[in-house]
């Protein structure tokens, strides 16, 4: 139910069943849907859409104003998809005019003292570790891993699948399925573990492997690599749907900020 200390604002949309702790704060142009946990001492402000069965810590505040000066009160919102868990001290800013919206998947984890800035995108099924921050306009793909302390310049991609190590330090963008990890991050392996315990079949793995040899094993260029990669369907087709995000992703890389390496 409801704490009486809550602070909760008549326009503010809130779904069955939804439990809001004391000294918690919540604006009126709020959605929250059905069945979401609120904890005690959350602030959640103009511009929040969050969606079913999420469970919001202690200290989190969510749509606050974007940290950005050029920021100009434009009408944005920071949204929540269903499922996803966020610790304490979390925070979410609203999006600016480039986005109008900073959103969250749905089942994903953001632990404690997590930074998403404007205009950031993240997909389903993501995990950020302790303290991981995010600087404006960053995309992160589904089932992406950040380990603790990682640190993502603004306007960089994050591939799916891909997993950075803990105090990763992120200048370039970082495709779909590779590990990097340092200070600037760089390409380590790829994620094997985690694509066999999501269920990868042997042929998309061994597609993956041959992926991260053009990527980075056989000196390639860049566009050399990419060639490499789309043939890898004739022989593995299995692999099309991973071959087609890989290549998506590196068709949509800046050639000022280029990949990991």
Same mark, same amino acid.
């Given at each position: 139910g409801m704490s009486n200390l809550a602070q909760i604002h008549p326009? !503010?949309? #809130? &779904?069955? %069943?939804?439990?809001? &702790?004391p000294f918690t704060t919540i604006y009126g142009d709020v959605i929250i849907g059905e &069945? =979401?946990? #609120?904890?005690?001492?959350?602030t959640i402000m103009d511009g929040a859409r969050i969606g079913k069965n999420c469970r919001i810590f202690p200290g989190a505040v969510i749509s606050a104003i974007p940290q950005d000066l050029k920021f100009d009160g434009e009408q944005t919102t920071a949204e929540v998809g269903d499922y996803t868990t966020i610790r304490e001290c979390v925070t979410i800013n609203r999006g600016t005019k480039d986005r109008m919206k900073t959103a969250v998947g749905a089942h994903c984890l953001l632990m404690a003292y997590v930074h998403l800035a404007h205009d950031c995108q993240v997909g389903n099924q993501t995990i950020f570790a302790n303290s991981a921050q995010l600087a404006g306009h960053v995309h992160v793909g589904d089932w992406a891993i950040l380990g603790g302390f990682t640190v993502?310049?603004?306007?960089?991609?994050? %591939? /799916?699948?891909?997993? =950075? !190590?803990?105090h990763s330090l992120l200048l370039a963008d970082l495709p779909p399925f590779v590990m990097c990890q340092g200070q600037p991050a760089e390409a380590r392996s790829m994620n094997f573990?985690?694509?066999r315990r999501r269920g990868f079949s042997p042929e998309r793995i061994s597609?993956?492997? /041959?992926?991260?040899k053009a990527l980075y094993r056989d000196d390639l260029t860049l566009d050399k690599a990419k060639e490499q990669i789309a043939q890898l369907v004739q022989e593995k087709p299995e692999s099309a749907p991973d071959v087609a995000m890989m290549l998506d992703f590196l068709h949509h890389t800046s050639a000022q900020r280029g990949i990991i390496r």
């Amino acid at each position: 139910g409801m704490s009486n200390l809550a602070q909760i604002h008549p326009d !503010a949309k #809130i &779904g069955e %069943g939804v439990e809001i &702790g004391p000294f918690t704060t919540i604006y009126g142009d709020v959605i929250i849907g059905e &069945g =979401t946990w #609120i904890g005690p001492n959350v602030t959640i402000m103009d511009g929040a859409r969050i969606g079913k069965n999420c469970r919001i810590f202690p200290g989190a505040v969510i749509s606050a104003i974007p940290q950005d000066l050029k920021f100009d009160g434009e009408q944005t919102t920071a949204e929540v998809g269903d499922y996803t868990t966020i610790r304490e001290c979390v925070t979410i800013n609203r999006g600016t005019k480039d986005r109008m919206k900073t959103a969250v998947g749905a089942h994903c984890l953001l632990m404690a003292y997590v930074h998403l800035a404007h205009d950031c995108q993240v997909g389903n099924q993501t995990i950020f570790a302790n303290s991981a921050q995010l600087a404006g306009h960053v995309h992160v793909g589904d089932w992406a891993i950040l380990g603790g302390f990682t640190v993502v310049h603004q306007f960089v991609r994050i %591939g /799916a699948h891909s997993f =950075t !190590a803990m105090h990763s330090l992120l200048l370039a963008d970082l495709p779909p399925f590779v590990m990097c990890q340092g200070q600037p991050a760089e390409a380590r392996s790829m994620n094997f573990e985690g694509l066999r315990r999501r269920g990868f079949s042997p042929e998309r793995i061994s597609a993956v492997k /041959a992926m991260h040899k053009a990527l980075y094993r056989d000196d390639l260029t860049l566009d050399k690599a990419k060639e490499q990669i789309a043939q890898l369907v004739q022989e593995k087709p299995e692999s099309a749907p991973d071959v087609a995000m890989m290549l998506d992703f590196l068709h949509h890389t800046s050639a000022q900020r280029g990949i990991i390496r």
